[in-house]
C-alpha cells in the first residue's frame, strides 16, 4: 500500500515544475495526479482519473468500515443466541470475531492516514491545483521535504493511503 501526499499551488506552471523534479527522483507519472476545478487548466499536469476525481478511496474505506461494524453486530447476535441456546463453542466463536473486529477496526483507524479531497474544495473552487503524488511510505518525509523546501507556495496537504494497483 502507497502514501498519498497532497500538495496545493496557486498555478499549474509551479504544480508542472514540481512534476518534472518528482520524475528527476524517480517518481513515475503514472504516480501523479493534478485535479483543479478546470480541466483545461492542467496543461500538460497529469490528470486524475474519473476514480480520483469521485474519492473512490473514501467508499472502500467507508465500506469496509460497515462492513467490520456489521460483522461484529452479527457476532453479537451470534453471541446472544449461543447464550440462549446454552453452547459454549459458539459464544466463544462470537466473541473471537467480535474481538478480531475491534482489533483490526482500531489498527485502522489508528494506524491509516486519513485524508480526502472533501478537505480541498475551497480550495480548488478557487482555481487551485492540487497534486496528489503516491509513493512508497519509506519516501514519504523526503518527497515532503523536497517540496516544502524547494517549493515555499506549495500548501502540504496532508498524507492519506491509497492501494496503488486499484487505480484509485
Given amino acids: ?9 496557486p498555478h499549474a506552471d509551479q504544480a508542472s515544475t514540481v512534476v518534472h523534479e518528482l520524475e528527476q527522483t524517480g517518481i513515475g507519472r503514472s504516480d ?10 492542467l496543461g500538460d499536469l ?10 473512490d478511496g473514501k467508499r472502500l474505506e467507508q465500506f ?3 462492513a467490520n461494524l456489521g460483522i461484529s453486530f452479527v457476532a453479537l447476535g451470534g453471541l446472544l ?24 477496526g ?3 483507524t489508528l494506524h491509516v ?20 503524488v503516491d509513493v512508497p ?4 518525509s523526503e518527497i515532503e521535504e523536497r517540496v516544502h523546501t524547494r517549493h515555499p507556495e506549495a500548501a502540504v496537504g496532508g498524507v492519506g493511503w491509497t492501494p496503488g494497483h486499484l487505480g484509485i
Fill in 1 to 9: 500500500m502507497k502514501r498519498r501526499l497532497y500538495f496545493l499551488f
Fill in 46 to 55: 497529469p490528470a486524475a482519473t474519473a476514480h480520483q476525481r469521485n474519492d
Fill in 64 to 66: 469496509a468500515w460497515n
Fill in 81 to 104: 443466541w449461543s447464550v440462549g441456546a446454552g453452547s459454549l463453542l459458539w459464544g466463544v466463536l462470537c466473541l473471537a470475531i467480535m474481538a478480531l473486529t475491534f482489533f483490526f
Fill in 32 to 41: 501523479i495526479h493534478a485535479l483543479c476545478r478546470d480541466e483545461q487548466a
Fill in 106 to 108: 482500531g489498527w485502522f
Fill in 137 to 140: 511510505l519509506h519516501r514519504v
Fill in 113 to 132: 492516514p486519513n485524508v480526502h479531497l472533501d478537505e480541498f474544495r475551497d480550495a480548488l473552487s478557487h482555481r487551485e491545483i492540487l497534486l496528489m
